[in-house]
């Protein structure tokens, strides 16, 4: 229903451009950023999305042979991968063989030109490649390194492969969501990768201004197993000053009541939260039992949370007699917070996500007109855009290569050993 944001301002005849590239200014907020994007799969690469969509010139560089896994996996349309359609979007897409020596080479000459450096090999590989922070350093002292692994850059796990899933059970989160009497519950997604893109990007958005202040670059060591960590809120202070260890809940919390999913007469599922004391209140006005209110242990959340079974019976009994449309119409009404628990179907047809433009559609080539999430926020003076989706295996060669000065004889000799 939405197309893509709003375009950038147009480039002002007398902007500067990029310093290495030669990339004219745009207007949006990161087009004099320049990006190598050599990770796989979700968490670096999803870093390198974030900075695409305001404007970073993103370089995906993949082997000739062995693309990105990211380009197959999950649901595709006449073998066509879907997610890559997302998380290479706003990227040029190049093909060169790092661990080559020819490769290596036309690689140091990318990063004279860059900016930021996204990684996520075992430690140790880059520097086994003789493409180690000391050596990018050496050809470009303002380059930054973004290094996002499972377990960071050293410890007793750090060259063991991980992914989010390994990132989920590890961090506690795994251990604490799920229903009370049953299993750990992972998440269907890729939470743990994303939530570490996302900490990529902004560690890296933080580098990149510190070095507007030094001149110098460094280097970031993310690992996959923290950002999740930090996400599960006050688990580990909680266990350090009180000794206890948060068990799994469902979905309601430990922090205030009533916080659940209730079903409506018509068969929904809605989701309350009540995490303000005076929506609680409110909440219970509205289902008829007002007189919760007055007890002693309402007015603190976490005690409220000890009383879940009476509050969840008050407020399930309520919604259960009632059809959604009621349910939330009064909801409404009384300023309490709630939402219908949607499927995808749902949340492309909502009102609010139209309203903000959270759904873009986009011209693909390949697939003609695809919906898919659009840029994070909404900024009023550099707004972010899909230029365009993922593209396809090493589409992006010969003209970034071109723009490095690797002539037509050059580049066919490249091509026949392999390296691009």
Sequence with gaps: MSMTTGTPAAASADAEPHAA???????AALDDIRVLDIATLFAGPSAATVL?????????VEHPRKPDPARTHGQSKNGIGLWWKILGRNKSAVTLDLSHPEGQEVFLELVRTADVVIENFRPGTLERWGLGYDRLRGVNPRIILTRVTGFGQTGPRATEPAFGTIAEAMSGF???????????????LA????????????????????????????????????PILAMLGAQVTVYDQLGIVTQRRGNRSENNAPRNTYRTADGDWVAISTSAHSIAERVMALVGRPDLVREPWFHDG????QHADVLDEAVGSWIAQRPTCEVVAQFARAQAALAVVNDVSQVVADEQYAA??????VEDQDLGPVRMPN???????????IRHT??????????????????DERLARLRRAGVV
């Excluded at 590239?21 to 207007?27: A, E, I, L, N």
């Excluded at 939530?195 to 690992?223: K, N, P």
């Design 191 to 226: 939470l743990a990768d994303n939530i570490s893109g996302l900490a990529a990007a902004v560690a890296t958005l933080t580098a990149l201004h510190r070095r507007e202040r030094t001149g110098e670059g460094q280097v970031i060591d993310l690992a996959i197993i923290e």
């Design 390 to 407: 993922g593209r396809d295996h090493g589409a992006d060669t010969d003209r970034v290569l071109a723009e490095l000065g690797v002539d």
């Design 356 to 361: 903000i433009g959270a759904i873009a559609t």
């Design 52 to 60: 695409a969509d305001f404007g970073a010139d993103v370089i995906k």
């Design 174 to 188: 795994a251990h604490s969501t799920g229903q009370p009497d049953g299993p750990p519950t992972l998440p269907p």
């Design 375 to 385: 840029v994070l926020f909404r900024m009023s003076e550099s707004p972010g855009t």
């Design 21 to 27: 590239t030669g990339r004219p200014v745009t207007g």
């Design 302 to 305: 976490f005690q409220r949370a």
